[in-house]
């Protein structure tokens, strides 16, 4: 089966950099997605890494290396909006499989 | 419509009795998902959809729970004879043809409550 593991907290102060990070235990998928979602609202898509190495969109940036089986989301210049859950998922055949998920609290 | 509409958007109901929650994907999407999330916890898969057929059914978590979709647009989801740990948010997503850029839209989601 699929297998990602997420940290369940992590916080963080305002105007500083945070990462969150995405180990897992599978194979075969396709790439690693990032996905926010606030309390209550609907999960919202954020990055795709297909390929091994660094995507950047604005303040938020994803990671992945296959080899290490581990990938990251970077978010920079940390606003008190960001405070949200972050998940990542794998995408398997034709789903995408999700991580618990990491809660992010930003500080002022 | 813009996005992933779902109703009801909170649904209460007694145990043992059936629920229906119904999504209406963007208009021309044709990959429709249902998706569970229970308090805290990370999304779990039900049900995948590609048109009105369903190719991939491997995470519906009993024979209690049903889906179907028509007219490759609006789809519905049972539950019959609904139980305590049925109570989740029962999130629909919907993508344009197939998951091959990693993204999801989804809808803000039916809260289920059994009581």
């Known amino acids: 089966g699929q297998s990602l593991e997420q940290p369940s907290e992590v916080t963080a102060v305002e105007g500083a950099i945070v990462q969150m990070n995405c180990t897992y235990q599978?194979?075969?998928?396709?790439?690693l997605s990032w996905y926010q979602q606030h309390d209550g609202g609907a999960p919202t898509f954020l990055s795709y890494n297909a390929l091994d190495g660094l995507e950047e969109t604005g303040r938020f940036s994803s990671f992945l290396s296959r080899s290490d089986s581990y990938g990251y989301l970077l978010l920079q210049e940390l606003q008190m909006k960001d405070s949200a859950s972050y998940f990542c998922?794998?995408?398997?055949?034709?789903?995408?499989?999700f991580g618990a998920g990491t809660i992010l609290r930003v500080k002022s | 419509g813009a996005g992933v509409s779902q109703s009801p958007s909170n649904k209460v109901t007694e145990k043992g009795k059936d629920v229906e929650l119904r999504c209406d994907p963007i208009?021309?999407?044709?990959?429709l998902y249902w998706y569970r999330q229970s308090l805290g916890q990370g999304l779990e898969f039900l049900i995948y959809f590609q048109g009105n057929s369903a190719p991939d059914k491997s995470g519906l978590p009993s024979d209690r729970f049903s889906a179907e979709r028509t007219g490759g647009s609006v789809s519905t989801l049972t539950i019959q004879r609904t139980q305590q740990e049925d109570s989740a948010v029962y999130l629909c997503?919907?993508?344009?043809?197939?998951?091959?850029?990693?993204?999801?839209?989804f809808g803000e989601g039916s809260r289920l409550t059994v009581l």
């Open positions: 998922a794998v995408t398997y055949g034709n789903k995408l499989v």
């Open positions: 997503a919907s993508t344009e043809l197939h998951t091959g850029t990693g993204e999801l839209f």
């Open positions: 208009s021309g999407h044709t990959a």
């Open positions: 599978t194979s075969g998928f396709y790439g």
